[in-house]
C-alpha cells in the first residue's frame, strides 16, 4: 500500500504523516519547507495536481515520491516534463 511507504519514509524526511488541511485533504507528508506527495508510478500526472495543490495551500515547496517497478522510467520523465519545477524522487516498489 502507498501508506506502507509514507510511513517509512515521512519520518526520515522529517515530517508529519498525513496532514489534514482545512478541506480535509490529506497531504501525504507535511515537513517544515516540503509538501510530498507519494503515488505510484503510473499516477504520476495525479501526484503533479496534488503535490501542486497541497503546496500552494500550506505555503511549501512540492515534492512528487514516485513509487516505481523496474521499466517505468517513462512516468517519471512525464512527470519531470510536465512539472519541471518539481522535485521527484523515485523509490522502488
Do not use: N, S
Not at 517544515?32 to 504520476?44: G, I, N, Q, S
Not at 512540492?62 to 519545477?85: H, K, Q, S, T, W
Request: glycine share 8%; with cysteine.
Amino acid at each position: 500500500m502507498e501508506a506502507d511507504y509514507v510511513g517509512a519514509y515521512c519520518p526520515h524526511m522529517g515530517g508529519q504523516t498525513e496532514y489534514v488541511l482545512e478541506d480535509r485533504t490529506r497531504v501525504d507528508c507535511l515537513t517544515p519547507t516540503h509538501a510530498v506527495e507519494f503515488d505510484w508510478c503510473h499516477k504520476w500526472a495525479e501526484a503533479v495536481g496534488q503535490a501542486l495543490y497541497y503546496a500552494r495551500t500550506t505555503g511549501r515547496m512540492p515534492v512528487i515520491v514516485l513509487i516505481c517497478e523496474p521499466g517505468e522510467g517513462r512516468f517519471v520523465d512525464r512527470a519531470r516534463i510536465a512539472a519541471p519545477d518539481i522535485e521527484v524522487i523515485v523509490i522502488p516498489k
